[in-house]
């Protein structure tokens, strides 16, 4: 337990040590949510459809996209999330997650679209699919 806590606060060291942004972004199930982002590490809190949520994502991998003019960029990663229900009761779900960010100089404004697949745990008692859609903007 130890050693895992320990490679934790490595990766979170590695991932804070980045070009940090803040952010704003909506979709589906969080409709309204802001987020601080590394360019590694991202955490975001919001409010959904069902009651507040919020997640942690590891950036694995970023690859630039040949798209013309635009520097755009796609990226995979996986992240874990929580949420409690408006009536009582929570939820964690881990996913993978896949998007695209459009990456302008000046000012540095990040728009992005992205989309996580996983597995939801309701109360630890319930399984269910997980699919979540964002879109947003990184201020760095």
Sequence with gaps: MKRFLGLFVVLLGLGLAQSPGVGVYS?????????????????????SYFGVAGDAALILQKNPLQSGELPMSWYYGAGLGAGIYWGGGFLVYPHGLAGVELRLPDPAINPYFEVQLGVSFANFSVFLPHFAGRLGVILR
């Design 27 to 47: 979709g589906y199930p969080t409709y309204l949510g802001a987020q601080f982002q590394s360019d590694t590490l991202r955490f975001g809190v919001g409010l």
